[in-house]
């Protein structure tokens, strides 16, 4: 089984930066896909970024970065120059192996929700 320990969320005003972390506990191999997905209010849950085990990267705006402490088993989210509209609850998730992903290797964490204020 896998753990998904998020953290970092909080009220933040527009401009401001805020890194979140998620902390990753049991039995995690390559190939993997880690990454941060946010749900925003009345929206369906959308990828932000993602990170592979060979370190490839995706972000769907270059004020987030994704990165990755092997050592620290731990997956971070630098989030830069925050708008109202980044207001919503983040997710970290990780997918184990290659595509397709069942429900045994697609795991996820509680969230943390991030809100930011004018």
């Known amino acids: 089984q896998v753990q998904l320990v998020e953290s970092g969320g909080g009220l933040v005003h527009i401009g401001e930066s805020l890194t979140l972390s998620c902390v990753v506990s049991g039995n995690i191999y390559n190939p993997n896909t880690m990454g941060w997905y946010r749900q925003r209010p009345g929206k369906y849950r959308e990828p932000v970024a993602t990170i592979t085990s060979d370190g490839q990267t995706e972000s769907v705006a270059g004020r987030f970065t994704i990165s990755r402490d092997i050592a620290r088993s731990t997956v971070y989210l630098q989030m830069d120059n925050l708008q109202p509209e980044d207001t919503a609850t983040y997710y970290c998730?990780?997918?184990?192996?290659?595509?397709?992903?069942?429900?045994?290797?697609?795991?996820w964490g509680q969230g943390t929700q991030v809100t930011v204020s004018s």
């Open positions: 998730n990780v997918l184990l192996g290659k595509a397709p992903w069942p429900a045994d290797r697609d795991f």
